[in-house]
């Protein structure tokens, strides 16, 4: 833990930057926020990879599909089953979001 | 307050229809490129004409002495009356060994062994919920052959099951499984469990988002009697579908063939009185089983249509083969460009799920910089306020200190001297300030 160059008061008291810590840290949630932004940039860069492999077979002027070796192919089949996990994912997680609100809205028409 | 839900209830189903349609074209051009356009359908599936399904003939009894038990097809009379000669079936081996709770598993056993057997009272929800999965069972299945087969088995076949026996040590048959169907090439067989939840609980999802504890057993006891390398749990609702994909445990299986034997095969079956400890180590082991499933992805689901047979089955199959499809229409993406341009709007919809997903702020915290005496003058206000910031209900103490730094050194910046800092009240709410 970092050291605190400044002095903390609680309740009129002065205490250690140490405790304060420990206490405010046992008032705190999961950091969720932390988990949603590191999963968002996994799934993202899933997606990216995904990309830059469609570019570079673009660039290789093989528009379509039937034009792609055969390597590539189970290059391409290795990115975008990746890319359909991490879309998955993500509305794995839209879908759960959506029904935590309808059962607030649920339980507020009752209420 | 509900409406403001409501508005982002709304745009959280645009975010999903446009992920959704970001699977199906992703998926699409997958099935391209394994050569199988043929087999990927939009919104309806004519089973009778998809060629990677292979249904059960109904009368294989009139030709045959003696069906096969995998080839007896299931709901018909004789899969019944097949039921009812043991005392457990994959669907309720869960409950019947105590893995759900010691009253779920002695009604089972009164149900089973105790004479006068009881009728058993099935709930208006119970009944509801049954009569959903046998109505979209099939649905569930043209949805795996027509979007999810294509892309992750596209060399593979679809084949109905009807019901296997599993014995114990002594040759007695004590189980009978009847999975929703296997998937087979020469070399692999994956066995599949369907489910179609139906839920009243206004908060549950359409879909499972994980293979639940009550139907691991189930889900590995038909790739254990299939034989099959792997098993696919499959999730489905109107408008998608989750897949998981299962490895099969024989050590678990065989710990429930064990304990099912000993429950109701033995020579006195004992009504049971608590949980038995092999009970307790399977729950544990089920958990694993969870945690090392793999999810597969969500796909939009189809709807199952049968067109009229033009010719008749061959008889020397037990299985009637598709039919030629005169009407196929092309539904997979094959232009790279237009994939580019699906994924870069994939890109932005998870960025607006990112965002739609923070929690919104619910305090706000502000910086106030004070004079040591704060009663000097009573006309001018003793604090100021010099930074703030929107937080939620969590804000960590890293994050609390990089602030309250950034702040102190402003306030030096401009030969601001701090001696001390001090906060409202208790330490949770610092941040109210």
């Given at each position: 833990?970092?050291?605190?160059?400044?002095?903390?008061?609680?309740?009129?008291?002065?205490?250690?930057?140490?405790?304060?810590?420990?206490?405010?840290?046992?008032?705190?949630?999961?950091?969720?926020?932390?988990?949603?932004?590191?999963?968002?940039?996994?799934?993202?860069?899933?997606?990216?990879?995904?990309?830059?492999?469609?570019?570079?077979?673009?660039?290789?002027?093989?528009?379509?599909?039937?034009?792609?070796?055969?390597?590539?192919?189970?290059?391409?089949?290795?990115?975008?089953?990746?890319?359909?996990?991490?879309?998955?994912?993500?509305?794995?997680?839209?879908?759960?979001?959506?029904?935590k609100?309808?059962?607030?809205?649920?339980?507020?028409?009752r209420? | 307050?509900?409406?403001?839900?409501?508005?982002?209830?709304?745009?959280?189903?645009?975010?999903?229809?446009g992920?959704?349609?970001?699977?199906?074209?992703?998926?699409?051009?997958?099935?391209?490129?394994?050569?199988?356009?043929?087999?990927?359908?939009k919104?309806?599936?004519?089973?009778?004409?998809?060629?990677?399904?292979?249904?059960?003939?109904?009368n294989?009894?009139?030709?045959?002495e003696?069906?096969?038990?995998?080839?007896?097809?299931?709901?018909?009379?004789?899969?019944?009356?097949?039921?009812?000669?043991?005392?457990?079936?994959?669907?309720?081996?869960?409950?019947?060994?105590?893995?759900?709770?010691?009253?779920?598993?002695?009604d089972?056993?009164?149900?089973?062994?105790?004479?006068?057997?009881?009728?058993?009272?099935?709930?208006?929800?119970?009944?509801?919920?049954?009569?959903?999965?046998?109505?979209n069972?099939?649905?569930?299945?043209?949805?795996?052959?027509?979007?999810?087969?294509?892309?992750y088995?596209?060399?593979?076949?679809?084949?109905?099951?009807?019901?296997?026996?599993?014995?114990?040590?002594?040759?007695?048959?004590?189980?009978?499984?009847?999975?929703?169907?296997?998937?087979?090439?020469?070399?692999?067989?994956?066995?599949?469990?369907?489910?179609?939840?139906?839920?009243?609980f206004?908060?549950?999802?359409?879909?499972?988002?994980?293979?639940?504890?009550?139907?691991?057993v189930?889900?590995?006891?038909?790739?254990?009697?299939?034989?099959?390398?792997?098993?696919?749990?499959?999730?489905?609702?109107?408008?998608?579908?989750?897949?998981?994909?299962?490895?099969?445990?024989?050590?678990?299986?065989?710990?429930?063939i064990?304990?099912?034997?000993?429950?109701?095969?033995?020579?006195?079956?004992?009504?049971?009185?608590?949980?038995?400890?092999r009970?307790?180590?399977?729950?544990?082991?089920?958990?694993?089983?969870?945690?090392?499933?793999?999810?597969?992805?969500?796909?939009p689901?189809?709807?199952?249509?049968?067109?009229?047979?033009?010719?008749?089955?061959?008889?020397?199959?037990?299985?009637?083969?598709?039919?030629?499809d005169?009407?196929?229409?092309?539904?997979?993406?094959?232009?790279?460009?237009?994939?580019?341009?699906?994924?870069?709007k994939?890109?932005?919809?998870?960025?607006?799920?990112?965002?739609?997903?923070?929690?919104?702020?619910?305090?706000?915290?502000?910086?106030?910089?004070?004079?040591?005496?704060?009663?000097?003058?009573?006309?001018?206000?003793?604090?100021?306020?010099?930074?703030?910031?929107?937080?939620?209900?969590?804000?960590?103490?890293?994050?609390?200190?990089?602030?309250?730094?950034?702040?102190?050194?402003?306030?030096?910046?401009?030969?601001?001297h701090?001696?001390?800092?001090?906060?409202?009240?208790?330490?949770?709410k610092?941040?109210?300030?």
């Amino acid at each position: 833990m970092p050291e605190c160059s400044f002095v903390v008061m609680f309740d009129g008291k002065k205490i250690l930057p140490q405790s304060a810590d420990v206490y405010l840290m046992e008032q705190e949630d999961p950091p969720k926020l932390y988990d949603l932004k590191s999963k968002h940039e996994q799934n993202v860069s899933a997606i990216e990879q995904y990309k830059f492999f469609l570019q570079n077979v673009i660039d290789s002027d093989e528009k379509d599909v039937s034009e792609i070796v055969s390597e590539d192919r189970i290059q391409y089949t290795i990115h975008a089953s990746k890319a359909l996990q991490a879309t998955s994912s993500v509305i794995r997680e839209l879908r759960t979001s959506y029904a935590k609100k309808l059962l607030i809205c649920s339980l507020q028409k009752r209420s | 307050m509900c409406n403001k839900i409501r508005t982002a209830m709304y745009q959280l189903r645009i975010c999903m229809k446009g992920l959704l349609d970001t699977v199906d074209a992703i998926a699409g051009f997958c099935v391209v490129i394994n050569g199988k356009r043929h087999l990927y359908k939009k919104e309806f599936c004519d089973l009778t004409t998809q060629q990677n399904y292979r249904e059960l003939r109904d009368n294989l009894a009139n030709e045959m002495e003696e069906v096969p038990l995998e080839y007896t097809k299931q709901r018909s009379p004789a899969w019944f009356k097949l039921r009812e000669t043991v005392k457990v079936t994959g669907s309720v081996a869960h409950d019947s060994i105590g893995l759900n709770t010691l009253k779920a598993q002695k009604d089972y056993f009164d149900s089973k062994l105790s004479p006068p057997k009881r009728n058993e009272t099935v709930t208006e929800s119970a009944k509801q919920a049954m009569e959903h999965g046998a109505r979209n069972e099939i649905n569930a299945t043209a949805t795996l052959v027509g979007k999810v087969m294509p892309v992750y088995y596209p060399d593979f076949e679809f084949h109905e099951e009807g019901a296997y026996l599993i014995r114990n040590e002594n040759g007695k048959k004590i189980m009978i499984i009847s999975p929703d169907g296997t998937i087979r090439n020469d070399k692999r067989i994956v066995s599949i469990e369907i489910k179609c939840p139906f839920s009243s609980f206004v908060g549950s999802t359409p879909v499972f988002y994980e293979v639940k504890p009550r139907h691991v057993v189930q889900c590995l006891l038909e790739a254990h009697a299939t034989q099959a390398d792997e098993h696919l749990y499959i999730s489905w609702s109107k408008e998608s579908t989750t897949v998981f994909r299962m490895k099969p445990h024989c050590d678990l299986v065989n710990s429930v063939i064990q304990e099912v034997d000993e429950v109701y095969y033995s020579s006195v079956p004992v009504r049971p009185t608590r949980i038995s400890a092999r009970a307790k180590s399977l729950k544990m082991k089920i958990r694993e089983v969870i945690d090392d499933v793999e999810f597969l992805g969500e796909f939009p689901s189809i709807t199952a249509h049968s067109s009229a047979r033009k010719h008749q089955s061959d008889v020397q199959n037990v299985y009637i083969l598709p039919e030629k499809d005169e009407f196929f229409v092309n539904h997979a993406v094959s232009d790279t460009n237009e994939l580019m341009e699906t994924a870069h709007k994939a890109t932005k919809l998870m960025t607006e799920a990112y965002q739609s997903q923070k929690p919104a702020a619910s305090e706000v915290l502000v910086y106030l910089l004070s004079d040591m005496n704060r009663l000097w003058h009573p006309e001018i206000g003793h604090g100021l306020p010099i930074a703030y910031l929107y937080k939620g209900y969590s804000l960590s103490m890293g994050t609390s200190r990089r602030i309250l730094d950034l702040v102190l050194n402003a306030c030096k910046d401009c030969n601001i001297h701090v001696p001390c800092i001090t906060f409202d009240g208790q330490f949770f709410k610092i941040e109210r300030l």
